[in-house]
């Protein structure tokens, strides 16, 4: 799911909505993912919202969320972050440089009780939440920040037709001002 906007972060100097899309169906392209921006459409803000609105628009599906050991690591900030660990189960990708920061966090403090084991990730359909898994494979060393400096104009090459939300099936527009609607 990519975000209109992130709370956390400021919208200056954010690439356009439809450029982060495209770039996360590059990224995402050999895995089982379906890439959407969901919230431009549902108009939420947090995601614990953005959950709550995910579960009763496809009640029949059964989400899991995927969140970056760098996230996981100031969660306990998120609005609502212990009801959102109860809405779906959390899957968290490592990432380099963020492992100790993860492990020592207060979110991780409360969630540790809910650990699954990476053996257990094939049996996903059968999960429930509050659940936790560590997802340990060799993560992409990059760094969004840095890709960014390096080719500041990098959102130029997804500058197309609107890409398609792969859940919703709309197009993904962005505003006046290159952010999202």
């Known amino acids: 799911m990519v975000s209109p906007g992130n709370p956390l972060k400021p919208a200056k100097g954010m690439a356009p909505l ?4 495209g770039a996360a169906k590059v990224m995402s392209r050999n895995a089982p993912i379906r890439v959407t921006a ?3 459409q549902l108009g939420t803000r947090y995601t614990v919202d953005t959950l709550r609105a995910l579960t009763r628009r496809y ?7 995927l969140m970056g050991a760098d ?19 959390i899957a968290v990708i490592a990432r380099p440089g963020y ?3 993860a492990t020592a966090s207060p979110a991780m403090a409360w969630l540790r009780r809910y650990r699954l084991t990476a053996a257990r990730l094939r049996n996903r359909r059968e999960w429930s939440a509050p659940a936790l898994i560590e997802m340990r494979f060799d ?9 960014r400096r390096a080719d500041p104009q990098w959102a130029a090459g997804f500058s197309g037709p609107p ?17 999202a609607a």
């Open 59 to 65: 009640p029949k599906r059964r989400f899991i969320w």
């Open 99 to 101: 492992d100790a920061q």
């Open 163 to 179: 890409p398609r939300d792969e859940v919703t099936h709309s197009l993904i527009h962005n505003s006046a001002n290159g952010q």
């Open 139 to 147: 993560p992409d060393p990059r760094s969004a920040t840095v890709i």
């Open 71 to 89: 996230n996981l690591t100031q969660f306990h900030q998120w609005k609502d972050w212990r009801t959102m660990a109860g809405i779906m189960p």
């Open 38 to 40: 969901i919230e431009q």
């Open 18 to 21: 439809a450029a982060r899309v």
